[in-house]
């Protein structure tokens, strides 16, 4: 059975830096054409694709966030972190992991619950 | 890269069909098949209905299904059921090797 869990913190300081984690189970990440990406949603708003790791240890990230995020797996702790820097309260949102494999390898399949992280002095 | 546009809110009665469309650019819809599709429910997090766009991952209805013309990829729901009730967001693969989504839409049955 495939989990995707996120954790972290609930609330962070505008400057600081945020880091959530993905513990997942169920896959693992040096499978061939395995992917974990993150996506975050800001309350009321559509969401927003922010990185995306894969087994090769390849990474992309959004054009508009690159300079402020950075992605990084353990494989065998079955992690997946995203480290984002300079949090603003714009940041303020849900944030997910979710799994790429098989066939829509263009797609997420699972999804983990989120994590709502809201930015505020 | 500016999201994807899909309309606010589409309704329907239970057995009817609707259509949401997702309108993109050059390098992103209009440039690749790598569409998707994804069902939100209030308080849940998303679920893939519709990858590739217009295949379906196992467990999912056929009453979903996807197409694409051009710069516009398309959800359409048959017989539309009470649980299809939620938001729905498209997604597609960019010319910049990144993810761009949908603005969202949210189907509501009468």
């Known amino acids: 059975q495939v989990t995707l869990k996120e954790s972290g913190p609930a609330l962070v300081k505008p400057t600081q830096t945020l880091t959530v984690t993905c513990t997942f189970s169920?896959?693992?990440?040096?499978?061939?054409?395995?992917?974990v990406s993150w996506i975050r949603q800001p309350p009321g708003k559509a969401l927003e694709w922010l990185a995306r790791?894969?087994?090769?240890?390849?990474?992309i990230y959004s054009t508009s966030l690159q300079t402020r995020l950075t992605i990084s797996k353990d494989t065998s702790k079955k992690q997946v972190v995203l480290m984002m820097t300079n949090m603003d309260p714009v940041d303020t949102g849900t944030y997910y992991c979710?799994?790429?494999?098989?066939?829509?390898?263009?797609?997420?399949?699972?999804w983990g619950q989120g994590i709502l992280v809201t930015v505020s002095s | 890269q500016s999201a994807l546009t899909q309309p606010p809110s589409v309704s329907g009665s239970p057995g009817q069909s609707v259509t949401i469309s997702c309108t993109g650019t050059?390098?992103?819809?209009?440039?690749?098949?790598?569409v998707s599709w994804y069902q939100r429910p209030p308080g849940t997090a998303p679920k893939l209905i519709i990858y590739?766009?217009?295949d379906r991952p196992s467990g999912v209805p056929d009453r979903f299904s996807g197409s694409k013309s051009g710069y516009t990829a398309s959800l359409t729901i048959s017989g539309l059921q009470a649980e299809d009730e939620a938001d729905y967001y498209c997604s597609s693969y960019t010319t910049s090797n990144t993810f761009v989504f949908g603005t969202g839409t949210e189907v509501t049955v009468l």
């Open positions: 050059s390098s992103d819809v209009g440039s690749y098949n790598r």
């Open positions: 590739d766009v217009s």
């Open positions: 979710a799994r790429t494999y098989g066939a829509g390898s263009y797609a997420s399949d699972y």
């Open positions: 169920g896959f693992s990440l040096s499978t061939t054409g395995m992917r």
């Open positions: 790791i894969d087994w090769d240890d390849d990474k």
